[in-house]
């Protein structure tokens, strides 16, 4: 089999780490470096991709014989991104006795990423962990970047910690297995890069947008290596979010995140990727609405997200007041009125203060008509 690889360096001040791209990397086992040393490894990964990659996983890593391989397998969904699963995982480390020095493997989407960064952020006061991510979501953002988070009734993401992994193995072939409406949800995040910040690459998606959902080998090599190269210079700069970089990431997410957390994390009927689809677009049509995102670039960004099949209606089971409601208790907002991330162009985007709510109430209604 052809290997088509590629090495992204990323480098912070105390913590640089390796990113492996390319498809078909795992079928061979030179890079699972940071394994060769260690007595005990800890898999964790959920049922379905056990199911599907366990066995391939476990043959690449040919561990040596007195190493100790433990596999947790968890539920999978959004809705055990919770604090039940971290306890039922510390639960199964503290029983087998794993040391500080084990280290643990993140195999699967962003879920498990995020739960498995989280566990590994504070287990022992922190203990190593590598992410092999097989999905487009947590390939193109999650899996980089060392943010993670559980959810809580109340809020997404709003337990979590910044911990880096200290390896990350992107196969780009496990992409091939996803379900559609799972590829879709990773289409979201790509097109949020471009509309925050390449308008080239938002013109590139919109040109290759065909190849793109054929998962033409090359072409989604090319997608995951720009968005990550396009992710990792902004955190570079940025890491704990403390600037005014960063934060420009979530594009869409405040309104995502309202609807993920109305609709109680159940992924029959929102994903994370669909909810960020719409946030985008809600996002898009206030900023046309105060006259900041030109006309053209709306038609442009919603032509684009409808002939790549993504959620454009608002979701018919949320209720518009709960959800208000839930945005506003979001970090960025004071005094009752909203603080949001908007385009300001196809490329550009910025932080605008003190929106009223109507303003959304607007959008959702634009959102809403067939
Ligand atoms: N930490 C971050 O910076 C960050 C960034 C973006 C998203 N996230 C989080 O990521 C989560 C969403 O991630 P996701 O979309 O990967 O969801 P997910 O982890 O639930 O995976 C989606 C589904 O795909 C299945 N799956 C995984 N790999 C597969 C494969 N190769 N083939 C077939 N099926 C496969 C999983 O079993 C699951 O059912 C959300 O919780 C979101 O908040 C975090
Ligand atoms: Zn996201």
Not at 253 to 264: G, K, S, V, Y
Request: proline letters at 1%; charged letters at 25%.
């Amino acid at each position: 089999m052809k290997i088509i690889e590629e090495k992204v360096e990323i480098k912070f001040k105390k913590d640089d780490y390796l990113i492996h791209i390319g498809y078909g990397i795992l079928d061979s086992l030179k890079y699972c470096l940071h394994l060769k040393d260690k007595k005990h490894v800890v898999i964790i990964t959920d049922s379905l991709v056990y199911s599907l990659f366990y066995r391939l996983i476990r043959a690449s890593f040919s561990l040596k014989s007195d190493v100790k391989l433990y596999k947790i397998i968890l539920n999978n969904g959004e809705k055990y991104k919770s604090i039940k699963t971290v306890e039922i995982i510390f639960e199964f480390l503290l029983k087998n006795n794993i040391p500080r020095d084990a280290i643990l493997v993140a195999l699967g989407g962003g879920v498990v990423g995020d739960i498995v960064g989280f566990v590994s952020s504070c287990y022992k006061r922190g203990i190593k962990f590598i992410q092999i991510p097989t999905t487009l979501v947590s390939q193109v953002d999650s899996s980089v970047g060392g943010k993670n988070g559980i959810n809580f009734s109340t809020g997404k993401n709003v337990i979590g910690t910044f911990h880096n992994p200290i390896h990350v193995l992107i196969d780009t072939k496990f992409i091939e297995t996803l379900s559609k409406r799972d590829f879709l949800s990773g289409i979201s995040e790509v097109i949020k890069y471009g509309i925050i910040l390449d308008r080239n690459f938002f013109f590139w998606i919109k040109k290759n947008f065909r190849k793109i959902l054929e998962i033409e080998k090359n072409t989604l090599n090319k997608v995951v290596k720009k968005c990550l190269r396009l992710k990792i210079k902004v955190i570079s700069n940025d890491f704990k979010e403390t600037k005014k970089n960063r934060i420009l990431l979530n594009l869409g997410h405040t309104f995502a995140h309202a609807i993920e957390t109305d609709l109680q994390y159940n992924n029959y009927e929102i994903l994370h990727g669909e909810a960020v689809s719409i946030g985008i677009l809600l996002a898009s049509k206030i900023s046309e609405l105060i006259g900041e995102l030109g006309s053209t670039d709306m038609k442009n960004i919603l032509d684009l997200f409808k002939s790549m099949n993504l959620l454009t209606k608002f979701p018919r089971k949320v209720s518009i007041n709960r959800f208000i409601y839930i945005m506003k208790q979001d970090k960025k907002n004071i005094n009752g009125k909203l603080n949001l991330i908007l385009p300001k162009k196809i490329g550009k985007a910025g932080i605008f203060t003190s929106l009223n709510d109507s303003l959304v109430r607007e959008a959702i209604h634009f959102f809403q008509i067939d």
